[in-house]
């Protein structure tokens, strides 16, 4: 039987066709079985064909939730390790704002957003005052599994269908939501985005960036059921924009007195947006 440094070459080319430079478990065995396929491999064991890959092209790491395997000579950090758990998961909230460079330091914290494949098949329905003031006078509801990796946690949502809209390209391989959807995305769930200061800031950084019409479009597009545009209009004021940038949102109209956050201890009233907001907001003008 000859030695596997006799096929060296093959593994080699096997190993150059992997998109990802980093691999979780599954990958890496659907790529031995690949070797495995050649003539000459074929009665070789999947042990002696794992520690030849170790030994020769991969690194092995386990390290909290995770089995990965790492090209030699290669960096990685943790949105590569993130984008092992679903390769069409999208980077959203606090990942993607600072992917989109709105917030200066990468948190901990990493946010996959799994979005259905489906719309959901509810009707959308009339909103009740006594409804909303109920909703977000507690705690929200999440929707997530966690994973963790040495100081990180890693975050996946999973997220209703919106047809990946303002979902770009990061890095060739991976996926993030662009600036807009990303806003809105935080503006939705800002338990997920650091907050309504986190957020607040986001929408100050992203003047001279952020497209006000292509948001008003995304928001059009995404069929919410709360009236999420008289958040986004409270914001985009607060933070400085022209009244012009926020014209659209504000003709919609008021239709029910709406919340910028869950569990809102101290808060003050919008009369022109209709929002109530954490009076700390007012601070960081």
């Keep these: 039987m000859r030695s596997l440094d006799y096929y060296h070459d093959l593994f080699e ?26 003539h000459g491999l074929k009665s070789r064991s999947s042990d002696d064909i794992e520690r030849y890959l170790i ?4 690194k092995k790491i386990k390290e909290g939730d995770f089995t990965l395997y ?47 494949n489906t719309p959901s098949n509810n009707i959308s329905k009339v909103l009740k005052q006594e409804d909303v003031d109920t909703s977000f006078s507690k705690a929200p509801r999440v929707s997530v599994a966690d994973k963790n990796f040495k100081k990180n946690k890693i975050h996946v949502i999973n997220g209703q269908f919106q047809n990946k809209i303002g979902v770009t390209v990061f890095r060739t391989h991976y996926l993030v939501t662009d600036l807009e959807r990303t806003l809105i995305d935080c ?26 019409k292509k948001l008003f479009e ?17 914001y985009l004021e607060k933070s400085g924009y022209s009244t012009e940038d926020f014209k659209s949102f504000l003709e919609l109209g008021k239709q029910i007195d709406f919340y910028l956050d869950y569990n809102i201890k101290y808060k ?8 109530f907001y954490p009076e700390a907001l007012d601070y960081r003008l």
């Design 187 to 212: 503006v939705v769930r800002p338990f997920y985005a650091g907050g309504t200061s986190v957020i607040m800031e986001a929408f100050k950084k992203a003047k001279g960036k952020l497209d006000t």
């Design 55 to 58: 030994n020769e092209f991969l």
């Design 268 to 275: 003050k009233y919008s009369e022109k947006w209709g929002v």
């Design 13 to 38: 080319f096997f190993i150059s066709k992997e998109v990802f430079k980093i691999l979780n478990r599954k990958e890496f065995i659907e790529m031995m079985g690949k070797i495995k396929s050649n």
């Design 70 to 116: 790492i090209l030699r000579n290669t960096d990685i950090d943790i949105f590569d390790v993130s984008s092992t758990i679903n390769r069409m998961s999208v980077f959203s909230y606090q990942s993607a704002l600072y992917i989109n460079g709105l917030v200066e330091s990468l948190p901990l914290e990493i946010y996959l957003n799994k979005e259905r």
């Design 218 to 234: 995304y928001l059009l597009k995404m069929h919410f059921t709360y009236p999420y545009h008289q958040a986004i209009g409270l």
